[in-house]
């Protein structure tokens, strides 16, 4: 079994990858970075969400010695021109605040009506090689955004981004429903391909 490293300390997140990846029958087995602690955090100094996921799934390969996966993702609001985008995790300014990073942002757009309120999630997914060979897919979930947050489940952005076409927001959702959907899951299926391919 090939043993990928996927360049996040998220939990949640290697959680959520490792059913996506599991279901597209992917006999790997997934870790996060946590396995590897002596490895530093990669800055993430890209200006696009592929140049930040290919950063980090870059730098974990080469001080691995093992594929690596690693996505960068974020909302990106209509009206404040697709902001906050690649600045997501840290728009309150600490990183992976959820619940600062959330108030913030409700607090911008409070005076914005429903008709006005469109956004999406965006996720670049990157599959490095010790070698240096990389692939780079991208998915997005359109929807619009909540004036509060609603439902316990997800991460992020969830409580507030109803895709289009349901009533629930995504934190509402089951990880399987949000999986099926999920800008992530959009793009870790497409990547799924290449890893079969370059790892197998």
């Known amino acids: 079994m090939t043993r990928l490293i996927l360049a996040t300390r998220n939990a949640g997140k290697v959680t959520e990858l490792r059913a996506i990846l599991s279901d597209a029958g992917l006999p790997h087995e997934l870790v996060g970075a946590d396995a590897y602690p002596e490895i530093p955090d990669v800055k993430e100094t890209g200006v696009t969400f592929a140049e930040n996921a290919l950063l980090k799934a870059h730098a974990l390969a080469r001080a691995t010695g093992l594929p690596a996966i690693a996505d960068d993702s974020g909302l990106c609001v209509d009206v404040l021109n697709g902001a ?6 840290r728009w309150a300014g600490a990183h992976g605040d959820d619940k600062a990073n959330l108030d913030l942002l409700l607090a911008q757009l409070s005076d914005i009506d ?9 996720c670049a997914a990157a599959l490095a090689l010790p070698d240096g060979t990389e692939r780079v897919v991208e998915g997005r979930l ?7 947050p609603s439902g316990t489940g997800g991460f992020g952005y969830d ?3 109803q895709p289009e076409g349901d009533t629930r927001t995504c934190a509402e959702l089951t990880p399987a429903e949000k999986n099926a959907i999920s800008h992530r899951g959009q793009a870790f299926r497409a990547l799924v391909p290449f890893i079969r391919a370059l790892t197998t």
């Open 84 to 89: 906050p985008g690649i600045f997501s995790a």
């Open 159 to 161: 409580p507030i981004l």
């Open 142 to 148: 359109r929807g619009t955004l909540r004036h509060a």
């Open 114 to 122: 429903d008709p006005h309120r469109g956004a999406h999630f965006a």
